[in-house]
Each structure stands twice: as structure tokens, then as C-alpha cells.
């Protein structure tokens, strides 16, 4: 594949020939262990218009392209392998289900028989007992009573009658996606509550289960009771037996039912977990790039760190006390039968802890809030310490880090200090409370059993039962400190998905294929916040197809928020900017950019191989387009010299041991694979040696009339490569025209204006 080429987006459908097959063990992940072999045997499967390798691997997965076949997704493959589950090379039903969400499509099961389903709900899958599973794709035009079929197990369609095999269907229906994202026709603000919506069943059968093991809880203390007066109090050991066993019942039953709500509250916990740790990581990935790229990395990560505690507190300990909390009259009122005034008691004790929780709740809660910033603001410093090790030990300022340092450190301690105060201090006086509560119960049952209105037994057991409702009550204050903390963290949760995600809707969307990429702009203006001074004022330019465009000036003169414009990473606020006519804020944000290759100032190589960082733009990309790739920007040589060429790991600490100039090329190199008609590149050489720019002045010119390159430097010997450039100053266009003259503004040759 040469760099002028312009491919056409991959669908599944795509005609591509055999020998261009990936092989499986070329591409495995040498890194970690682990592989998405599933993804490249697809991806091979795609490239070669062949399921023979999907069926060796997983019936499922043999079933995937002909169910979405026939279920009518003509889309990008590239959206089909990103929708695969990563690093697993099987594939399971509930995956094969969760990858047809992710594209836009939710499935019912209905269990029936095979030969029973109407071709009304045609095409579905169907799983019989067996667990061999069959695509029905429609009845036979030809034969009456035939159903055309895909057999997972034959590896082919077929026609035939249908046995009588008992089964699951499952029928799929496409929902509103943008991109295979589920798109809520609820409020943002409501998306908490729709999370814990989604578990209602689930809370169901935990009430359920929460009722019965309170009603086993309560028959112990009768049980406690009718012993003492019935069997110690008759002397008669004859009942002791059936109630010993009855007793033994229950509490086995007790341990049952325990069992069973553990898991299902495992269950819950892992999937809240689950949701919220993906559906936020979703959401921020969605987020348009100025709404994120201005936050630090590390209070992103101590924002999502914070989101934690909202799981921690609904699958929690907490969690089981939540439960118990509405069962708590019902032991009340059992108090008031069998003790009779003693239940004022309990009901006395949940006013006073209610009272004194609402009173010391700003307290505690302000405290554990200082708490949760002091421990963040020492992390984001952390992270600011171990990225930045290099420029503090070349400005030898260790001491004054390391004072820094404890600055953090003590303020974090003396947090910690005061929120366990005040832990202590909640904890005491619910101790305290209990006991009072108890001897209190104690002292009016004593009086009672000496008045003849309660026997001994029936103390007892009211002795047990106060324990457990004081218990709840307990716990729900000791929970006071962290509720603020966890409704705070809710609220945020709350207001990040409710911000406006980018766009990627195909209904609006103009297919971008066949672009010829003239560029646009006609006075743009761009200002990052409403109170900032404007990025961009009133700037116009037209780069023709094949042009070369250079766009310089100062620092912070708005040369990178021009190109990021034009990349679709930011909006134009003001003026027009257009790709072949197409304003780009109609254009789907993905498709834009699949249509320019952007290759920012500071290269980020990620975890996996140096092929799959290539790959990150083309996912169908073969070895051979690799190679070509690499040979345009002139690291071909330097990777084939690796032990492992292609698949050597790259990414995190390895990155450092590599060179600027290969680490460029890197990024050239996956900017340039998808052969995207416009290329961007922001200050390319700005960390190149000699030997790296004479390579990049080499990549320039043999770019120039294939494709519409927008550069943005300083360096004089890529500004004479352009056919025009353009000089910024605070925002304003300062000269536009012939590289030579801006080369002369740039040094004060020529005044605004000439």
C-alpha cells in the first residue's frame, strides 16, 4: 500500500483476497501473554472473505457474520473488531450477545421448540440443548416448509426441514445507537437511578430473601423463649425434641437463604462495579477532547477513583444493613407482643441516633470530605513527581520537592486525624447507645417478670431481639460520615453523563469516501472558555488538493487549536470550515477523522507491539501495508533490525529506550496508514536530530502533490517545501501567502500588511 493511495472504509462485505490473511501467531501480543486471537482471526476471516478459521475456533463465533449478515449491519469492520471482547481467543453465547449490543442490537431469548418458530422472527439464533447453535436466516422461496440455515458444526448454509429439537431463540431487534452506544431516552441526570433500575429484579429477591432470614432471625428468640417456659417451666422434656428439630430447620434454611443472598449481592456488586467503571470510562472517552484535555491526568484519576466509593457503599457491608432496615418494625411490634412497653425503647433509641446524627453529620462528613481531598491533592502531586523526575533532578530542586512533599503529606495526616475523631466519637456514642438501650430493656423487663406481666423466657428473647434492631440502627449511623461523601460523589457521577458526548450518529453522517481533501476556512474564530481571550479570530485559508500549507508563528499564537480545528478535535465557534465542501460540523466526528491523518506534536506510543500501534488506525491493515508504511517514513530498516520485527512490545517504559526519531516514525506511520487524504502534522521535527529532520524533509516532499499536508513549524527548511503558508500572531492571520516572504515576517523582514 503506498502512502497516495485512498482506501474506502471496510465493511463486511469487503472482497479481500486469500493471500492477504494475517496469520494468527504473527500478530500475538508478546507483552503481557495475553492475545485478542479472536479479533485477528476475524480480522484474518475478513481480509480473506473466509469463516474457516472462525470455525475452528468457537460455534459462536463461526455464527457472527452470518447472523449480522442477515440482521442487515453493513457498517465498518473496524467498529466489528473493536465490538469483540480483547484478549480472549473463544468465543462464549454471552459474547457473542454483548457484541451485537455494542452494534446496536439487543436480543430477547424465547424458549421453544426448533421447528415451531415462526419465520415471522426470522433471522435469529437458535441453541438447542446440545448447545450447537444455528443462524435461521429465512424460509426457502422454493421449497414450502424449508428454512435456509447456517449449521455453526458444518461450517455452511443449508436448506432442510427443521427437527423438533428443544431450544432457546434468541431474537434480535436494532435500538437507537449512535455507534453502537445505547442512546437513554431518559434525563442525564437521571442515569444514577437508572443504573440501579437495572438491578430492580435483583432488589427484589434480595427483600425477598432479607424477609425470610428476618423472620427465621426472629423465631430463634421465640424458640429461646417457649423453651424456658414451656420445657423448664413444665419440667417436661417431651415437646423438646420437635422443637429442637424445628429450630434446627430453620437455621439451616437461615444458612441457605444467606448462602443465596451473599451470591446474589456478589453478583450485584460485580456487575454495579462493572457498569460504572465502564460506562464512565465510556463516557469520558466520548467527551469532546476540550472538555478533557485541560484536567490534569491526575485529578481524572482521582475523579474516577472517588466513583469508587459509590460502588463501595451499595455492595458494601452497607448494603446488607440497607436491607435489614425496613424489616426493623416488624421486630419492633414483635417486641411490643411479647414485652409489651419495652418497644418504646428501640423506638426512643432510633429518635435520639437520628437526632444526633443530623446534628453532628455536617461534622463528621466535612471531615471525611477534607479527608478525600488531602489524600487526592497528595496523589496528583505524586504523579506530578514520578512524571516529572527528569526536569526535577535537572533543576536539582529535590529538597524542594521533598518539601513539597510533606507539605501534602502532614495536611493528609492531620485530615485522617480528625475525620478518625470523629469516626471515634460516632462510635462511642453508638456504643454507648446500645448498651444504654439494652440495660434499659433489661431494667423494665426485670420490673415486669416481678410483676407477673412477662415471664423469664419471654426477657430473654426480648434481650435477643433488641440486639437485633439496635444492630442496623448501629451500623446506619456509623454510616452517617461516609453518606454525604457518597452522595457528592453520586452528583458528579450524575453531571459527567450529563454532558454532551460527541456526536457519531450515521443518520446525519455524510459518508466521506472518495475525498479529494481541499480544505476550507473562512474567517474562524475559536476562544477556549467564554471568559478566555480568543484562540482564533477572523483566520481564513484554502489548501487545494496536493498542497502543501505551512501554518507557523509564535508560541501561543494559536497554530495547534487551528489544526486540532481542523482535525475535528475542537468546533469553530464562528466562520465556516469545510472537507470538499462538507462543513465538518455536519460530518460524523469518526468518519472526519478517519479522513485525516493527524500526527501530534508529542508522539504517544501504547502498551502492545509496534505493529498493533501501527495497526490503531487500520485495524484491517496487512503485514504488507505494514512494510510499505514503514518504508514511506523510513523505520522499515530499523524494525526489521529488532529480534522480533513487528511484534516487539513497545509502549510504557520501553518507549524511553527508543528513539525520538523512531518514536515519530511510529506516529507517521500509523497516521499514515489508513491512506487518509489529508495529512496533519504538528511540529514534526520538533524533537528530531539532524539525521531525523533530513528524514522528515524526505517524507515531506514525497507527500507533496499525493495528498493535502498542513504542517505546523518553525524550521526555515520545511517552510520552503510548502506551496503557501500562513503566520499566526495571538490569533490573527499576520501573513498568507508565499513561503519565502513569511519566512521574512517571521524574522522582521516584512510588516503586517505587505
Known sequence: MSMDTVKDPHTIDDQLSADEAVSVADQKTVADDQNDALSEVLTAALRADSLDDLQSGSPYSACLLPLLRALGWNHYARELIEALPHFSDYLELVDLRNILVRLGYESMPRKTRLNQLSSELYPCLFVGEDDKPLVLLAADEEHEGQVRYFDAEQGQELV???????????????????????????????????????????????????????????????????????????????????????????????????????????????????????????QILNLPPILTERSTMAAQLARLKQFDSVRDFFTGPNASTLLDLPFIPLMIALIAFIAGWAAVVPVVMLLLFMVFGLMWLPVSAGRVLRTGQARNDKQKMLIQSLSGRSEIKGAAAEQSWLGRFREYSAESSTANYKAAVASAVINAVSQAGVAIGSLAVLVIGVYSVMAGDMTVGALIATMVLIGKVLSPIQQTFLSFGRFKQVMAAVKQLNQLMKLDVEKNSRASSVMLSGLKGRIGIDRISFRYSPNSDPALTGVSLVAEPGEMVVITGDTGSGKSTLVKLIAGMYKPQAGSLTLDEHDIR?????????????????AQLFHGTIAQNIRMNDVLATDEDLRSVAQSVGILDDILALPQGFETPIGDERTQR??????????????????????????????????????LVSQLRALKGK??????????????????????????????????????????????GK
Not at 586 to 602: G, H, M, S, T
Request: a positive charge; hydrophobic letters at 45%; glycine letters at 8%.
Open 586 to 602: 455536519q460530518l460524523n466526528v469518526k468518519d472526519l477523522r478517519r479522513a485525516i491523518a493527524y500526527v501530534p506534536q508529542n
Open 658 to 695: 527508543l528513539t525520538p526519531g523512531f518514536v515519530h516514525g511510529i506516529s507517521m506511520a500509523r497516521a499514515f496508514v489508513c491512506s487518509a487524504p489529508v495529512v496533519i502534522l504538528d511540529e514534526p521535527g520538533a524533537s528530531l536530530d539532524r539525521e531525523g529532520d533530513m528524514k
Open 707 to 752: 495528498k493535502t499536508v498542513l504542517v505546523v513549524t518553525h524550521r526555515p527548511s520545511h517552510i520552503r517545501l510548502a506551496d503557501k503558508a500562513i503566520v499566526l500572531d495571538k490569533g490573527l492571520t499576520k501573513f498568507a501567502g508565499e513561503p519565502e516572504q513569511a519566512l521574512q515576517v517571521l524574522v522582521g523582514g516584512l510588516r503586517e
Open 160 to 282: 432442510g426441514h427443521l427437527d423438533n429439537l428443544k431450544g432457546c431463540a434468541y431474537l434480535f431487534t436494532h435500538i437507537n445507537t449512535t455507534h453502537g452506544q445505547t442512546v437513554s431516552t431518559k434525563s442525564s441526570s437521571e442515569w444514577f437511578d437508572q443504573l440501579l433500575g437495572r438491578f430492580r429484579n435483583l432488589f427484589g429477591w434480595l427483600l425477598g430473601m432479607t424477609f425470610l432470614i428476618n423472620l427465621i432471625t426472629m423465631s430463634v428468640p421465640l424458640f429461646i423463649m417457649m423453651v424456658y417456659d414451656k420445657v423448664i417451666g413444665a419440667e417436661s422434656v417431651d415437646a423438646l425434641p420437635t422443637m429442637v428439630a424445628g429450630i434446627i430447620l430453620l437455621l439451616i434454611s437461615d444458612i441457605v437463604l444467606r448462602y443465596f443472598r451473599g451470591r446474589l449481592m456478589g453478583n450485584m456488586a460485580g456487575r454495579m462495579d462493572y457498569l460504572i467503571g465502564v460506562e464512565t470510562f465510556r
